[in-house]
């Protein structure tokens, strides 16, 4: 296994870097934190002829083929950017076409999102509110040509903005089992969709709401009752894709705060100098390095296709939950009375990070997930 990033790699990073960071300066993160939208039509379209949204798309339906380890390099420089978009939802409802759907249906959905005509979603998570794909309970009663679905999905990302959402429902079965998998347009008669009022206004959630809705055979992505293991595939690259982002936004963090100690002053000395302070600063590194290590792996192990992959996502995510969590709370404490202020942005990547933990569960979930795939 090779540890570094090609050159080409390196290209894209810096590639992304310099265009978020003139399309996406802070400054129009909190505009768009207020706007209802959530996200600029604008520079989404830029970034999908930037072939982001298709870069793990294959050739054949518009993407350019490649791999969740070029993927992770974008990711980390959108969560340096703190990029509110609908990327990381549309990029699992992709992966549910591709992995789950007909030719149809890849032909279909597949060079839409690549050119970013279609932005997607997935709602899975329930007023329960557990993670464990196994509870689903929303019915999807069986009917003349299809399913009618009813019930409620919670904290459905970006899903005021999409076209389409994959909508997990229990047609049988218990368990993972008898769960399959819908694409369904969010203007269906019976769809209702309110926004959730959430701390990290960066990102937009919705309580989506299923009201008689017809399901036809034609909208099911893979087998009636059998969308379990495809669903938790899916949700294991979100996993990946989002702790790359976190790790960029923690690597923000340390930058910010490492900056800020070499020109804070205190007893006429810049607070860097102070060995709590570096202490402080040591132990964010070894946070962020760590869990960028787990993040690569579990890319690469996605990429690979290899046995150990569900394991190493749910890793990464438990390791990007807590180093993301610990570096902004220790980067808010090291800018002291500033980083509490709405001026600063330092409290943007807390409430981002925070927001970040507990999607695809949180860091004591994962590892427990952990736990059990290696038998303990």
Request: proline share 3%; charged share 25%.
């Amino acid at each position: 296994m090779d540890f570094g990033f090609s050159e080409e790699q390196e290209m894209l990073r810096q590639s992304a870097r310099g265009f978020l960071e003139k399309e996406c300066p802070s400054t129009q993160v909190r505009r768009l934190m207020a706007d209802a939208q959530g996200f600029d039509p604008a520079l989404w379209k830029k970034i999908a002829e930037l072939g982001w949204l298709g870069l793990v798309i294959p050739a054949e339906f518009g993407g350019s083929g490649l791999t969740y380890i070029d993927l992770v390099v974008v990711m980390e420089e959108m969560g340096r950017a703190m990029l509110p978009s609908p990327f990381i939802p549309t990029l699992l409802f992709a992966e549910t076409i591709l992995r789950g759907g007909i030719d149809r249906q890849k032909k279909e959905f597949l060079p839409a999102i690549a050119a970013g005509k279609t932005i997607g979603t997935i709602a899975w998570m329930e007023p329960s509110g557990s993670w464990d794909i196994g509870e689903i309970a929303m019915k999807g009663e069986k009917g003349a040509g299809g399913c009618e679905l009813n019930g409620t999905k919670l904290f459905v990302a970006d899903a005021h903005v999409s076209d389409q959402m994959i909508v997990a429902a229990r047609t049988g079965g218990s368990g993972i089992d008898g769960i399959t998998l819908f694409a369904i347009e969010t203007k269906r008669p019976g769809v209702s969709i309110n926004p959730l009022k959430t701390m990290d206004e960066t990102r937009k959630q919705s309580e989506v709401r299923f009201e008689r809705v017809k399901a036809r055979e034609s909208d099911v992505i893979g087998k009636v009752a059998d969308g379990g293991k495809l669903l938790s595939d899916v949700i294991d690259r979100g996993k990946v894709a989002l702790a790359a982002e976190m790790m960029g936004g923690a690597q923000r963090v340390l930058d910010m705060t490492v900056e800020y100690t070499k020109v804070r002053e205190q007893f006429g000395r810049p607070i860097g100098s102070f060995q709590a302070i570096q202490h402080k600063c040591a132990n964010m590194m070894v946070d962020v390095e760590s869990a960028k290590s787990a993040t690569y792996y579990a890319a690469w192990a996605a990429s690979n296709g290899v046995k150990e992959a569900p394991l190493a996502a749910a890793l990464a995510k438990a390791a990007a939950s807590d180093a993301s969590r610990r570096t902004a709370a220790e980067g808010i404490q090291v800018h002291g009375g500033i980083g509490f202020t709405w001026e600063h942005d330092m409290h943007l990547y807390f409430k981002r990070a925070k927001s970040s933990e507990f999607t695809f569960g949180d860091a004591t979930y994962n590892r427990e997930l952990v736990a059990q795939m290696i038998g303990l």
